[in-house]
């Protein structure tokens, strides 16, 4: 019964490489959102959806594409991975845009 | 650029002890938010104030706001090992987001 579940776990992959990552939310929430974590742990976003709408697009490099077939889902794919792509990378979901978020627990990539 | 910066950077206590952050941030609000995020894991949302209210409280948890110097504080009393963690403000700086703080690393030492 979780409520935001986020897969896979941990992702190791060689540089040039196309992974996806996915989200689910179980809350009935309308928002869905990618952050991006860094090694210090700082936190910023990268896509919010609305409804299966993207609302934002925070300068991510158009490597990065979200896809939200429903709004209880949110899924990243990310095209020829690259070094700097390493990090912990969170969805989160909201009632609504401002409203407290629930956060997943994160997909830990590490590009080889 | 951050909106929300908190401070200090890392605090070390011991348990029964209180913990104080502060998080400061430059433009106009509608509501902070505190979050909690223990290690290997996604962040917890722990209590939001909006811009109209001073103080709340949720548990051990109290949360204050100055709208004037634009910055709030979070103090957990009678601190446990459990909640040693990383804790981040996050505003609602506009453009539809929140922006979070860089966060304090909290350690409660048993």
């Known amino acids: 019964d979780t409520a935001v579940s986020q897969t896979p776990k941990y992702l190791v992959t060689q540089m040039g490489n196309d992974k996806s990552i996915k989200c689910e939310q179980n809350?009935?929430?309308?928002?869905m959102y990618w952050y991006k974590q860094d090694s210090k742990k700082f936190l910023k976003i990268m896509f919010s959806?609305?409804?299966?709408?993207?609302?934002i697009n925070e300068t991510v490099p158009n490597r990065f594409s979200p896809k939200s077939p429903d709004k209880a889902h949110l899924n990243l794919h990310i095209n020829s991975l690259e070094l700097g792509d390493s990090a912990v990378y969170f969805c989160a979901s909201s009632r609504s845009v401002y409203q407290p978020q629930h956060f997943g627990d994160g997909t830990r990539l590490s590009i080889l | 650029s951050q909106q929300g910066e908190e401070d200090p950077q890392a605090l070390s206590i011991q348990e029964g002890e209180n913990a104080t952050m502060n998080c400061s941030y430059k433009?106009?609000?509608?509501?902070l938010q505190w979050y909690r995020q223990n290690s290997g894991r996604g962040l917890v949302h722990l209590i939001l104030?909006?811009?109209?209210?001073r103080e709340k409280h949720s548990g051990r948890l109290r949360v204050t706001l100055d709208t004037s110097k634009k910055s709030s504080s979070l103090l957990i009393t009678a601190s446990r090992a459990a909640d040693t963690a990383s804790y981040f403000c996050?505003?609602?700086?506009?453009?539809?987001?929140?922006?979070f703080g860089a966060g304090t690393i909290l350690r409660v030492k048993s």
């Open positions: 996050a505003t609602d700086a506009g453009g539809n987001k929140l922006v």
């Open positions: 959806y609305n409804n299966k709408e993207l609302i």
């Open positions: 809350l009935g929430h309308d928002t």
């Open positions: 433009t106009s609000i509608n509501n």
């Open positions: 104030i909006r811009s109209n209210e």
